[in-house]
């Protein structure tokens, strides 16, 4: 069992930063791939990004491409660093765990956290 719990979220002015962090409990955190979804009102569920096993290789979307980095520490920690924010970024972010190897684009991970709200004011 795993189980995410997110932090970090808040409100930003555009062009401002924002850092997430996802704090992962289990013991096999080595085993899984983790990656960020986000979900703005109305919409479905966007991949963001997505960092593999060793953290040795990442994946973006477009839309946050050069602006958000995602990364793990060895202390089951996983973050995102967002900067230069804009308005379309505003959305509820959730951290996810995905069993084996980086799928890439995937959204259908194995555990999700309860999700951390961002809001990006013009």
């Known amino acids: 069992q795993v189980q995410l719990v997110e932090s970090g979220g808040g409100l930003v002015q555009a062009g401002g930063s924002l850092r997430l962090s996802c704090a992962v409990s289990?013991?096999?955190?080595?085993?899984?791939?983790m990656g960020w979804v986000r979900q703005a009102p109305g919409k479905e569920r966007e991949f963001v990004a997505a960092?593999?096993?060793?953290?040795?290789?990442t994946y973006y979307a477009d839309s946050v491409k050069g602006r958000f980095t995602i990364s793990r520490d060895n202390a089951k920690n996983v973050y995102l660093q967002m900067n230069s924010l804009k308005p379309e970024d505003t959305a509820v972010y959730y951290c996810?765990?995905?069993?084996?190897?980086?799928?890439?684009?995937?959204?259908?991970?194995?555990?999700w956290g309860q999700g951390t709200q961002v809001t990006v004011s013009s």
């Open positions: 996810a765990a995905d069993y084996g190897a980086l799928r890439i684009g995937a959204i259908d991970y194995d555990y």
């Open positions: 289990g013991r096999t955190f080595s085993s899984y791939s």
């Open positions: 960092i593999n096993r060793s953290g040795g290789r």
